[in-house]
């Protein structure tokens, strides 16, 4: 089911169960969790995008393995407050996996994190490798955390 926030996504976990977000590239699915508090986000991994079918099931794997209860999309909206063809892309991977899974999603405005999160690296002095690496699950970390942060704050 999509939910309108991350607030009413906390509200239908169980005690213990995680939440995770989710870095929807065209490449890759980065992939965060939260921890069972609900206040830290953790970079977890990425997938490497083919099929649907086949990034639902590497997906799912991890969603049972690690007690996931919901998920929180980032949402590409454009720096104007528009949606673009991303977006539509990102509610047709949420309906899809719906179709697959009974699971709260809420989307979460994604507006510069991947540049927030190229920022930090290159002021770590990450090589460009590196940063390939971790860019996309660490954008994920990045999504979740505000979702978190506005659960904290509700």
């Known amino acids: ?14 005690s213990g169960q995680r939440l995770m977000g989710l870095d929807l590239g065209t490449k890759t699915i980065g992939m965060a969790l939260s921890d069972v508090m609900l206040t830290i986000a953790t970079p977890f991994d990425t997938i490497k995008r083919t099929k649907f079918t ?33 977006c539509q892309s990102t509610r047709q991977f949420a309906t899809n996996l719906l179709e697959l899974r009974d699971i709260p999603i809420a989307l979460w405005d994604e507006r510069l994190s991947t540049a927030a999160v190229t920022r ?16 996309d699950k660490m954008a994920a ?14």
């Open 141 to 154: 970390a990045y999504i979740l955390q505000g979702a978190l942060d506005s659960i904290a704050w509700a």
């Open 1 to 14: 089911m999509l939910v309108r926030n991350p607030g009413e996504l906390k509200q239908l976990l169980r």
């Open 54 to 86: 086949k990034d639902a099931q590497a997906l799912l794997a991890v969603i049972d393995k690690h007690d996931v209860g919901g998920l929180v999309l980032g949402m590409p909206i454009s720096m104007d407050g528009t949606e673009g063809p991303r």
């Open 120 to 135: 930090t690296l290159l002021e770590a002095d990450a090589s460009r490798k590196r940063r390939a690496e971790v860019v």
